[in-house]
């Protein structure tokens, strides 16, 4: 599907924000807020950019993604389903006892998922593993490594940062979904992240920064990302907690609230879903 515009790529974004809320409503799970702020992202990961789909979900030589904020696994779950990775009924069943779909992703729990995140930190230091598999035996996928700004307080992040930059692992690519927010305040008030962009340049990447909903830009930079030579790339998106639905953008609230069924026809109706 490389060749989706983006207007239709907006447009399966909202569908599958609006998904994404009706799993959260269904199960009660939290983290909704942070599943939307990173939607934009993934979709553009799938939709144009990943050498990944069902029928090479276990190639050795595929393309990696990983969701190393496993808080936001809903909007993994949702669009591995959309691209067919699973069934889509198995999204009815998320986060319930026994079914696959985890709250956060557990170890082989759907076809897709690579690794099981949600104590954050290890993404980038699993993903930098990957890209220097692939640079020994000369293989040229890529890694995609999704985070949180407020993964960004983990050393472990640093101490892959060095590493990938000292190990020039070019095919290595993280975007930090930078919503401003963390489970208990703004970003920068827990931790002094800003600046951020800065911040992983010193540390040897090309660093840029984008509007993380602006997936034509999303899309830029991650191909440009894959044209770069002798350095990993940050990409450091700028987002909105709760994005595409009015009552809970820039709301740290919807980091665990759960939203009654007058809120879910509200969202999906801003959506355009109704």
């Known amino acids: 599907m490389a060749d989706t515009d983006i207007a239709s790529l907006n447009k399966i974004a909202a569908q599958m924000r609006g998904k994404v809320i009706e799993m959260v409503a269904a199960s009660g799970a939290a983290h909704l807020a942070s599943a939307m702020s990173c939607l934009d992202i993934v979709v553009a990961a799938y939709w144009r950019i990943l050498k990944l789909d069902a029928a090479t979900a276990a190639d050795p ?39 696959p ?8 729990c759907a076809p897709g998922v690579e690794l099981a995140t949600g104590s954050l930190g290890h ?4 993903g930098a593993g990957h890209a220097l598999a692939a640079q020994i035996q000369k293989h ?26 000292a190990r020039k692992l ?5 975007v930090v979904d930078y919503n401003k927010w963390q489970a208990t305040g ?24 984008v509007d993380g909903h602006d ?7 991650l191909d440009r990302s894959k044209q770069e030579t002798g350095k990993p790339t940050a990409i450091i998106a700028n987002t909105v907690k709760g994005k595409g639905v009015s009552f809970m953008e820039d709301d ?9 069924a007058a809120e879910v026809e509200a969202a999906k109706k801003e959506l355009g879903l109704l």
């Open 61 to 99: 030589l595929r393309d990696r993604f990983i969701l190393s904020k496993g808080h936001a696994a809903s909007a993994l779950y949702a669009v591995l389903a959309e691209r067919g990775f699973f069934s889509k009924d198995w999204l009815d069943s998320f986060a319930t006892h026994g079914a």
């Open 186 to 209: 703004r970003s920068n008030e827990v931790m002094q992240l800003s600046p951020l962009r800065e911040k992983w340049a010193a540390f040897g990447w090309k660093a840029v920064e």
């Open 123 to 126: 993404g980038l230091p699993v």
């Open 215 to 221: 997936i034509s830009a999303l899309i830029d930079a």
């Open 252 to 260: 740290n609230n919807w980091h665990y609230r759960v939203p009654k």
């Open 170 to 174: 070019q095919n290595l690519t993280v």
């Open 101 to 108: 779909l985890a709250e956060q992703p557990a170890p082989g």
């Open 140 to 165: 040229d996928y890529q890694v995609l490594v999704c985070m949180s700004d407020g993964e960004c307080n983990e050393g472990t992040v640093w101490e892959a940062a060095m590493f990938a930059a």
